[in-house]
């Protein structure tokens, strides 16, 4: 995919599921748990052991039916790598200016952590395609809207803290995307991906209710 399309995949079908586990058999496990139910945009978090190596196989048992990024890339040569296993895109906890440009580079999307409007405006001067509003649980929804205030035209994704109940409020303060991590994948602690499954179908089913024209809650 060119990274045109991968952007555009990821905005049409704007859920992306956190992948992080203890072993790589059970990040494997709970990818295909997600992807079953159908969110088939997933962060292969590379606190992950053999996190390179997860990216690999799930490039190549998907193809084209899912979209396989990387995430906590804490910089550039990680970013390489991340690349060369097969990563459609990047997320970072933090906002590293070599590691945008390494994306830019390779024609990969990019997707820095921040928390400030400065870091906003820096993250998208230099090249960000999406910036990803880190810890969103820290900050909740209204502090998007309040971004977004200034910021009408920045691209923010939340990152932490999204669940069901809230996904609706995050859209409609001005998420173009949501990062979903324990709220999907956490019955895959105790082995239960089913339950990951049905969380999965439950948050793409709540997607396709949310209005553009929602309001948000303050």
């Not at 058999?25 to 390179?52: H, K, N, R």
């Amino acid at each position: 995919m060119q990274k045109f399309n991968i952007l555009s995949s990821i905005l049409q079908n704007p859920i992306i599921g956190i992948v992080r586990a203890s072993d790589a058999d059970a990040a494997l496990q709970l990818a295909d748990a997600c992807i079953a139910g159908g969110i088939t945009a997933l962060e292969v978090s590379l606190t992950t052991p053999d996190g390179l190596d997860i990216i690999r196989s799930l490039v190549k048992r998907y193809g084209d039916n899912a979209v396989i990024g990387a995430g906590t890339v804490l910089d550039a040569a990680t970013v390489r790598l991340a690349i060369l296993a097969g990563a459609r895109f990047i997320l970072s906890p933090s906002f590293d200016p070599e590691v945008i440009q390494t994306c830019s580079r390779y024609q990969i999307v990019s997707m820095p952590g921040v928390a400030t409007a400065t870091e906003v405006v820096k993250a998208m001067e230099i090249g960000a395609d999406i910036v990803k509003v880190f810890p969103g649980d820290a900050f909740g929804p209204t502090y998007l809207k309040a971004l977004r205030a200034p910021l009408p035209h920045a691209p923010l994704m939340p990152s932490g803290g999204v669940t069901l109940e809230n996904m609706e409020t995050w859209f409609a303060c001005g998420a173009v995307a949501v990062g979903v991590g324990g709220s999907l994948t956490a019955p895959g602690a105790s082995g239960d991906y089913e339950k990951v499954t049905d969380n999965a179908k439950a948050f793409v089913s709540a997607l396709k209710r949310i209005q553009t024209t929602s309001a948000c809650s303050a």
